[in-house]
């Protein structure tokens, strides 16, 4: 399946975005789709992630109380909305996809090689 995200930019600390990822199919309910992101100079990091067959979502600790995913499962996409936007959150952000059988999963959800479908990723610029 392909991704394809939108919605990054640039914005001034403290203020909002919202990112979209649409799917190109139907995506199964045993998959769990996020967000993860990769600032210059560092490694990809899971962001927030949602497991489609019960909205249960995972969040790194960076984010919760900021960033919130949700789903519209009758559209095929995730969003992330991000609010209190910080310096620090400057990253390509990218949804990616893996297929679960019961959940994104409590120790698993941050692995990168477990997602098997990822989008192109967009810029978000936070100064």
């Known amino acids: 399946v392909q991704l394809v995200e939108s919605g990054g930019g640039s914005v001034q600390a403290g203020g909002s975005l919202s990112l979209s990822c649409t799917a190109s199919?139907?995506?199964?309910?045993?998959?769990?789709m996020g967000w993860f992101r990769q600032a210059p100079g560092k490694g990809r990091e899971a962001v927030a992630v949602?497991?489609?067959?019960?909205?249960?979502?995972w969040y790194t600790a960076s984010v919760k109380g900021r960033f919130t995913i949700s789903q519209d499962n009758a559209k095929n996409m995730v969003y992330l909305q991000m609010n209190n936007l910080d310096p620090e959150d400057t990253a390509m952000f990218t949804c990616?996809?893996?297929?679960?059988?019961?959940?994104?999963?409590?120790?698993?959800?941050?692995?990168?090689?477990?997602?098997?479908?990822w989008g192109q990723g967009t810029q978000v610029t936070v100064s």
């Open positions: 949602i497991y489609k067959g019960d909205d249960k979502a």
């Open positions: 990616a996809a893996q297929g679960r059988a019961t959940g994104c999963g409590r120790y698993s959800w941050r692995r990168v090689a477990d997602y098997s479908s």
């Open positions: 199919k139907f995506i199964d309910a045993r998959v769990c």
